[in-house]
C-alpha cells in the first residue's frame, strides 16, 4: 500500500525516510529514525515493533541487517511485511515478504534503500532511484521529496493517494525535519509546501537556537 524511501546523507551523517501511501497518516508508523544509528521502513502490513527493535538492536551494536532479521524472526506474520533500512554507514538491507501484494519489492545501494508495495509496479522504485543517482548535492529533505514525486509521477500506489510524510534527524534525538501531511488529496503537493515553509528563514532560525 505504500512506497518509501530511506537514505542516509555520506557527508553529514543525516538519516531520513519519505513515504508515500493510499492510507490514512502514513508517517504515523512506517519511518523510525535514530541519531547516529540508523533509519527503518516498516510497511505493507505494518508493524512498527520492526523498527523499533531494529534499532534498539543497532544501538547495542548488532549490523542492520542482524537487526532486521532478528527483528524479523519475532514475527510470526513476516511474509506480510515489508522492511527495510540504512544504517550511519550507508549499508542497506531490504526485505518483501512473499504474501506482500503485488506489484512489490525493494531496490538497495549505498546510502539508500527503497521499497514498495501495491505499485503499478516496478517502475515506482526506478524512477525514485534515478533521482536518488542524479540529485547528490542537493539537501538530504529535497532528494526524498524529489524521489518521492518522481515515484508519483508513473503511477504511485495503484490506489491513488492520501498521505505522505519525510523525517531526517541529525546529531539530536529527535527529528531535524518531521513533516507530515496525514489525509489529503495531493499529500505530495502540501508536503512541498510544508517542506519551503521548513526551509524559510525564521523556521532555520528557531531550530538553530535549539541547544546541541
Not at 493517494?161 to 489525509?183: E, G, M, Y
Amino acid at each position: 500500500m505504500t512506497f518509501s524511501i530511506v537514505m542516509c546523507d555520506p557527508k553529514s551523517k543525516t538519516l531520513g525516510v519519505a513515504v508515500a501511501t493510499c492510507h490514512f497518516a502514513v508517517g504515523a508508523l512506517v519511518p523510525h529514525l535514530k541519531s547516529g544509528i540508523g533509519a527503518i521502513a516498516t510497511q505493507a502490513a505494518t508493524n512498527p515493533y520492526l523498527g523499533l527493535k531494529g534499532l534498539e538492536k543497532m544501538a547495542s551494536g548488532y549490523s542492520l541487517k542482524d537487526s532486521l532479521l532478528a527483528a524479523l524472526k519475532e514475527d510470526p506474520a513476516k511474509d506480510s511485511r515489508q522492511l527495510h533500512g540504512v544504517d550511519v554507514s550507508g549499508n542497506a538491507w531490504a526485505w518483501t515478504g512473499k504474501d506482500t501484494v503485488e506489484w512489490s519489492g525493494h531496490k538497495c545501494g549505498k546510502n539508500f534503500s527503497l521499497a514498495g508495495n501495491m505499485l503499478v509496479g516496478e517502475q515506482v522504485l526506478e524512477a525514485c532511484f534515478e533521482v536518488i543517482k542524479s540529485k547528490k548535492d542537493e539537501p538530504i529533505e529535497e532528494r526524498l521529496l524529489r524521489a518521492l514525486k518522481a515515484g508519483e509521477a508513473v503511477g504511485g500506489d495503484v490506489r491513488g493517494r492520501q498521505s505522505a510524510a519525510l523525517l531526517t534527524i541529525k546529531n539530536q534525538p529527535f527529528p531535524f525535519c518531521h513533516l507530515r501531511v496525514d489525509d489529503n488529496k495531493d499529500p505530495l503537493s502540501e508536503l512541498e509546501h510544508l517542506l519551503k515553509e521548513f526551509r524559510r528563514p525564521y523556521y532555520q532560525e528557531f531550530l538553530d537556537a535549539i541547544p546541541n
